[in-house]
């Protein structure tokens, strides 16, 4: 199937992690068929995952607020509802003066198969064991042989099908020079200079079941200190009400480095590419230090570390063993203890097993 001069739009507007688990697919597509041009329809906010994308022609920013946040009531679902008869509408109207050749669907929902319907004519292509009623908007599903598979794998079925090999180069995230130079700022400012170590912390999630003790965040700092290795601790600013408790317990947490909310997504990235491993809870910015290829340490407790954990060889997922209550795939949680039994130890251990093969200071 020869795709030059094809228009083709991804529909994966979020979450964050899951559009980096789909870029592969783009990079892949775009190398084998240059001519191609690919559109992408994203959530506000997480377009700038995107923006610096040379393989990304055309950006479709979208806004419907979520209904699976943490407290949301029944008013947010009105909103989403309106929302959505928003966007279906301004979709209609910019397919139709530019209307796509292929419409691969990776987010595999039934707004998803909408937004696809909003295109005029075009192959849709999606999975075959998407949810809500989805497969019925395609015009061909791609079979998925096991429900363990990891989503970075899942999504290169498409690529399978498309007649395009992936390749070790198109795993990878774009940034330009003046993010590099934010980040490289940032470090000066903290008294990192070039060639000291330094791991990236993200200790914040979405859901409350995935964070850890921030005690131990704090004793995990000061090890870290102690054996010469700076944290910096990345994120949001609604990150900042996590961090700040955590900073505050350490025994020097005035000379804490805190990036959350001080750096723009793709400077975040930046930092994350010069940092020497990166740990943190099961979070986008886990996924996006994978696919920079920064060595991973991850903590997992309620969510698949198969099907969602970082995603390369040279990652390591702790977590507690033998219990049944793993993977259960909860937001909340009253006991915790899949995250409570995740020990300093084991974490620091780790961590200093993926620095060692670094060259030292």
Known sequence: ?????????????SSLGDIVHALPVAHALKRCFPGCRLGWIVERGLEAVLARDAAIDRIHPIHIPSTSEPGAGWPVYFEALSATVAVLSSLRRSFR???YDLILDLHASFRSGLFALMNPGGMRIGFDDARELNPWFQHHR???????????????LFCSFLGCVPQKDDFYLATGPADEQQAADFLGAAGITLGKRFIY?????????????????SALCDRMAAAGVKTVFGGGPGDLVHINPIV????HGGEAAIAAGRLSLPASIALMKKAAAYVGVDTGPMHIAAMVGTPVVALFGPTHPERVGPYGVNNVVVRAEGLDCLCCRKRDCGHQQCMEGITVDMVYG????VIAPLTPE
Do not use: C, Y
């Open 248 to 251: 505050t317990g350490m025994a």
């Open 201 to 217: 912390l993200n200790p914040a999630a979405r859901w409350q079941s995935k964070f850890w003790i921030p005690a131990r965040w």
């Open 142 to 156: 791609l079979k998925v042989v096991s429900n363990s598979m990891h989503a970075v794998e899942k999504n290169l």
């Open 350 to 353: 780790h961590i200093m097993a």
């Open 1 to 13: 199937m020869d795709l030059n001069n094809k228009n083709i739009l991804f529909i994966k507007q």
């Open 97 to 99: 003066a530019q209307p």
